[in-house]
């Protein structure tokens, strides 16, 4: 354990090391805004950016198959007419039209946590990629987010 995590800081304290010495050969170190994003410029994060975990996309699957399933396959969600009206539009728009409506019989009757993990699985029927950080159940975090059903968007 501690072994790896010498190695782990080891291998770290080289790479800086290493980027400094990279950048103290170059004469005239030019801005690129490709490698140096200024928050206040950066594009809008989107589903895109792998804003869910595969745990999570895995919970909305099993709600999936028992409260929505009995309505919907899951080509409803990917098919081109439901791409087209909800792309740029906002994660908190989508969420709150399932949180307000779904499941048509019964609604209201998800909790938060649902209803983000019902989210993340339509993502993930999309192709949209997975990352490290779940989807956060708060308005704050779902609201970041612009609904791109096309990673290279
Ligand atoms: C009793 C049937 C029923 C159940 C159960 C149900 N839905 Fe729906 N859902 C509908 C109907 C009907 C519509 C279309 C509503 C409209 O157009 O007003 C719809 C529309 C939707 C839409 C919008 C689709 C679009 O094309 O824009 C989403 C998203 C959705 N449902 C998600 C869910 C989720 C998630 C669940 C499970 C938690 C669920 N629904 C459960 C009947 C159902």
Redesign the pocket.
Known sequence: MLRSVRALAGSSVFVLAAACSAGGTASAPAPSPSTAPAPETRAEPTTADGIFTLAQAGRGAE??LS??S???DTA??TEP??RG??EDESVFQ?WY??ND??????PWS?DRQ?VTD??TY?LQLNDLPAGDVELGTDDDTIDDYWIRWSPAH
């Not at 409506?101 to 019964?106: A, G, I, K, N």
Request: with cysteine; charged share 20%.
């Open positions: 709600l999936f409260t929505c009995e309505c919907h409803d969600w007419g439901f009206r909800w989508l039209y399932i409506r779904m499941p048509y019989d019964d998800l649902q019902v989210l339509i």
